[in-house]
Nanobody, 121 residues
Framework: QVQLVESGGGLVQAGGSLRLSCAAS????????MGWFRQAPGKEREFVGF???????VYRDSVQDRFTISRDNAKNTVFLQMNTLKPEDTAVYYC???????????????WGQGTQVTVSS
């Protein structure tokens, strides 16, 4: 069993930065792929990026070169550094964990409760 708790969301102006954290409880954090997803009002949850157990990363095109995912296995934490934020990045951001899942939300077994990110223009 893995429990995930996101933090770091908030209100930021366009062009600004935020760093989200996702703290995991439970054993074997290093054996999980960790994904970040987001959901804007009235829209479906969408893939943002993920970091594999071997620290390979994949991002959706619209955040490539602006967002960076990293992990600290010693602290059981995964991070989402978001730079040059745009109003269209406004959403609830979720982290997820799974041993094999990558870019598809339905494949992830464990989810956090989400943290709101609002980017003002």
């Amino acid at each position: 069993q893995v429990q995930l708790v996101e933090s770091g969301g908030g209100l930021v102006q366009a062009g600004g930065s935020l760093r989200l954290s996702c703290a995991a409880s439970g054993r074997s954090f290093s054996s999980y792929n960790m994904g970040w997803f987001r959901q804007a009002p009235g829209k479906e949850r969408e893939f943002v990026g993920f970091i594999s157990r071997s620290t390979n990363t994949v991002y959706r095109d619209s955040v490539q070169d602006r967002f960076t995912i990293s992990r600290d296995n010693a602290k059981n934490t995964v991070f989402l550094q978001m730079n040059t934020l745009k109003p269209e990045d406004t959403a609830v951001y979720y982290c997820a964990a799974d041993r094999v899942a990558q870019m598809t939300a339905i494949d992830y077994e464990y989810w956090g409760q989400g943290t709101q990110v609002t980017v003002s223009s």
